[in-house]
């Protein structure tokens, strides 16, 4: 290890808190991952105090971004989505301290894309589809014609990135040039959207047609994991059950959009049912996958 390197191990690796460490270095190929900063030291801790969640240190003339973040924390973002550069950290980055081999574990997961990862990642990116192709929908319905392009765009970007994880593949930074290689027909609207000589409004109209008929041909498939839950008992579920479940929790998804969806699909049965506590008039709605008994 580069004796520059030590200061950050030093200071870290004694703490019992301390998980991981994972150096961010090259300053030309990720500098606008690590927001300008000339280093990225990410501190994977059991726990991480908001008030030290950050820090900005210098270190040797270098302008240093230091972020303690909890396994399940970081978890979360490499399947969610939300936090594009996670993945080029994890694997561009240099494991400079890796206590029970967490680090080097989720890397190989990443490389070799477990079908529950794959699973959880598709639910969550499809679920952000539908949320911005409706918002895009609603926008055009109220005359917010900017605000319905940004949202359909969105929603392309979304359908790129369940098209990549389809094939195995996780959704680069470029994700368009990506999409070049990969998929030349999301690409073609993406090209559609932003160049096209129709207007503004046109372009979202088009778009949207077809991005609603990618949301029913992709459902089944894309859902797979939270039918497959719903399929794992008899016994119907609450929303706030199927939040708890183990494989679905913290997950960033709209569960109660995707069951409404899910239910008009036909793939989900919803029953309701007395609810004593709330008194009467009250009725309490379990989910149930349509084929499982309920």
């Known amino acids: 290890m580069d004796k520059k390197h030590l200061p950050y191990t030093d200071l870290f690796r004694d703490d019992e808190n301390t998980v991981a ?5 090259n300053p030309f190929s990720f500098q606008t991952l690590i927001d300008g900063m000339d280093k990225l030291v990410l501190v994977i801790c059991k726990t991480a105090p908001a008030e030290l969640e950050t820090e900005h240190w210098m270190v040797q003339d270098e302008r240093v971004q230091v972020r303690r973040i909890t396994p399940e924390r970081l978890e979360r973002w490499v399947v969610g989505g939300d936090h594009r550069s996670v993945i080029p950290w994890l694997v561009g ?8 081999g967490y680090l080097k574990d989720l890397q190989a997961r990443l490389n070799d894309w477990p079908a529950l990862l794959r699973e959880q990642k598709l639910l969550c990116e499809f679920s952000r589809f539908i949320r911005t192709y409706l918002q895009a929908n609603q ?7 900017l605000d319905a392009y940004s949202n359909i765009l969105d929603s392309l970007h979304c359908w790129a990135h369940i098209a990549l994880v389809e094939k195995g593949m996780h959704p680069e930074l470029t994700v368009w040039e990506q999409m070049r290689r990969v998929n030349p027909g999301i690409y073609k609207l993406y090209e559609e959207l932003t160049t096209s000589v129709e207007t503004v409004e ?5 778009l949207l047609l077809a991005c609603e008929f990618s949301v029913l041909t992709q459902m089944k498939s894309s859902c797979a994991l939270i039918l497959r839950v719903l399929s794992s008992r008899d016994e119907p579920w609450t929303v706030s059950a199927l939040q708890l479940h183990p494989q679905l929790k913290g997950l960033p998804i709209d569960f109660s959009l995707l069951l409404q969806k899910l239910v008009m699909r036909g793939l989900v049965r919803e ?24």
């Open 21 to 25: 460490l994972l150096l961010i270095t």
């Open 202 to 206: 046109k372009r979202v109209q088009l």
């Open 271 to 294: 029953i309701a049912q007395p609810n004593r506590e709330r008194g009467a008039g009250i009725l309490k709605l379990l989910y149930t996958a349509h084929h499982a008994k309920g």
């Open 93 to 100: 980055g240099e494991i400079l301290y890796d206590r029970d």
């Open 139 to 145: 926008d055009l319905k109220d005359g917010q014609i």
